[in-house]
């Protein structure tokens, strides 16, 4: 198939995209629709760590997309990959039938997941991981005879997706305002932002003990009817909230101790964001259940997974009856043919250049620059942890309104980075020389500093 791939245009030789005729249309999400379709700012290509901005700008890429894309833009691997994958298997149905690379996929990413976490079940995004984590939850505990736990834990500040079982456990309220009482059932810790620990690189010292408040919520509910405390590692979305030394730990065991299925989200965190395969490495945790997603393709295919214990897998499979389905769930495009052709050749880039060591070696450099703004009045607190930092800006009169201006403000001045409300997400790409986050950390000086 490698005469096909010579069918790929080089980047340079195709053209900038134009400004669309309408932006009526597309209704975006997470956007604020009317202030973008008044000052609409749009990428038509992306190269290493640098977007191209329809206006033909140059636009340094701060956030990795959206924490997608480790080892940059444009990898002509992965565009291969799937190019030739579309040719030789466009397809097949997922339920009943599959494909090779569906297994092979698996088995790397067994590979990579800490001991014992070894079946893996293809989604594609991470709000469909979550709400699949949740159904494994239940569907364990239902086989081993403990129907009963069906409640969740979750925390403040968390950020699981947008579908209903994701936002029931997320805790930003701007994500579950709008849509009613949702999925019943969870009960929220509190988030471990401590006001004792800004500016603090890495884990703080302060409030394991945070962790006890699941101890508290199973004394309250019975800790036999909670099925699963689901956690980010490392609380992204919200503006990076590193876990607390210790905290982890305590979690794991108060799990232990009611029986409760400890799940990380690994969405942001996981493919070497921490300077490990994942943040249940880097931190010396493990837990039940894992959810993944973004950079499992480097961003290049919609895709996600859920990797659990083989006993959770094994009691949910021998529980049915012969030649019965075991699970009833899935997607029409789970492990869909090219996504994981995409995957695999992103998990080959990250073999071949050694990207998850590099993100580790990298670390230090990274959020030294980034602490390095901590002089700035407009910064309130700084946290950071392997390759990725959050900001938080003092508020201006309505909440939310000082990270967008900034959001913008930054883009006008050549760098993107993902903001929520007042905080700002700063997550380069593994390959980014040190010179490339100098240059983001410059645009960061001079765009905050106007603020005093
Ligand atoms: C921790 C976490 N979980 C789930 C999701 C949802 O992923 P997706 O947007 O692919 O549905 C995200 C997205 O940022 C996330 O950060």
Redesign the pocket.
């Known amino acids: 198939m490698s005469s096909a791939a010579t069918s790929l245009a080089p980047c340079a030789e195709r053209s900038l995209g134009e400004m669309p005729a309408s932006l009526d249309h597309h209704w975006m999400p997470f956007t604020s629709n009317r202030d973008f379709k008044t000052d609409p700012k749009m990428f038509s290509r992306a190269k290493g760590v640098y977007y191209t901005s329809v206006a033909g700008d140059q636009v340094l890429d701060g956030s990795s997309g959206?924490?997608t894309t480790p080892a940059g833009h444009g990898r002509i691997e992965i565009a291969q990959a799937v190019y030739e994958q579309l040719l030789e298997l466009d397809y097949t149905p997922s339920f009943t039938r599959s494909h090779p690379k569906a297994f092979a996929l698996a088995e790397r990413i067994a590979k990579l997941t800490p001991d014992g976490i070894n079946r893996v079940f293809f989604v594609n995004?991470?709000?469909?991981?979550?709400d699949t984590a949740m159904k494994i939850a239940l569907a364990y505990h239902r086989a081993r005879g403990e129907g009963h736990r069906t409640m969740f834990v979750s925390r403040e500040r968390a950020?699981?997706?947008?579908n209903f079982g994701?936002v029931a456990l997320s805790g930003m309220m701007k994500n579950r305002h709008a849509f009613g009482t949702g999925v019943p059932g969870v009960v929220h810790m509190r988030h471990t932002w401590l006001p004792e620990n800004r500016f603090t690189k890495g884990q703080p010292e302060n409030g394991a003990e945070l962790a006890d408040d699941l101890h508290r919520i199973a004394t309250m509910v019975g800790g036999d009817n909670i099925a699963a405390c689901f956690v980010?590692p490392i609380a992204?979305?919200t503006g990076v909230l590193v876990p607390p030394k210790g905290y982890l730990e305590r979690l794991r065991q108060i799990c232990d101790g009611y029986g409760i299925l400890l799940v990380f989200?690994e969405?942001?965190t996981g493919f070497g964001r921490t300077g490990k395969a994942f943040a249940a490495q880097s931190f010396g945790v493990t837990p039940d259940i894992m959810?993944m997603?973004?950079a499992i393709t480097n961003g290049a295919q919609p895709m996600?997974a859920v990797a659990v214990k083989q006993e959770i897998y094994d009691t949910i499979v021998q529980q049915a009856p012969e030649n019965a389905v075991e699970f009833f769930h899935g997607y029409t495009w789970s492990a869909h043919p090219a996504a994981c052709a995409a995957a695999l050749a992103a998990l080959d880039i990250y073999d071949n250049e050694r990207l998850f060591e590099r993100a580790a070696q990298m670390s230090a450099y990274f959020l030294d620059a980034v602490f390095s703004l901590s002089d700035l009045p407009v910064i309130t607190d700084i946290r950071g942890y392997g390759m990725i930092a959050g900001l938080d800006f003092a508020p201006a009169n309505q909440p939310g309104a000082r990270g967008h201006e900034i959001q913008k403000r930054l883009f006008d001045a050549g760098l993107h980075i993902k903001t929520t409300g007042d905080a700002g997400i700063i997550a380069p790409a593994f390959v980014a020389e040190g010179q490339q986050i100098d240059e983001m950390v410059a645009i960061l000086r001079k765009v905050l500093s106007s603020y005093s």
């Open positions: 959206l924490f995004s991470g709000s469909e991981s979550v950020y699981h997706g947008v994701g980010e992204g979305s989200d969405v942001i959810t997603a973004k996600g």
